[in-house]
């Protein structure tokens, strides 16, 4: 068996990823286990186990949101409301405001990559933004 990329696959240490031939595998840290063994008697190191980022929720309470956007980055709702102002354009202007006053405001939606573009904030910066916002 050849092994690439064996990791824990949590803290506990009671299972192990790993590549095997080409193939993912996942198996438990036994040295019954013929991959565990195999991986033992090749004196394999098992990389430490990585947690993901967490990831942001898909929406955020409104309230939320502005507070967050105002303790983290400065951004008040009045800023936001004088950007919509700013909108040349009537329809898009009005759909804007109807979107920012919606009670929930969805990550991936056109209100937020509107924002997000007009205030110069990146997409991983509207993800911590979206990660603080339940804590407000």
Known sequence: MQFVNAHWTDSTEGFVRAEIDGETVVFPADPQNRHYAALIAGSISVEAYVPLPPQPPEEVLRHQALLA????????EQMI???IDEIPDTTNREL???R???ARWQRNSEFV?????????????????FLAAPTM
């Open 96 to 98: 804007t405001r109807i």
């Open 113 to 129: 990559t509107w924002g997000a573009a007009r205030f110069d904030l990146a997409p991983a910066q509207v993800d911590q933004l």
């Open 81 to 83: 409301l004088t950007a």
């Open 69 to 76: 956007l105002y303790l983290s980055e400065g951004i008040t």
């Open 100 to 102: 920012f006053m919606q």
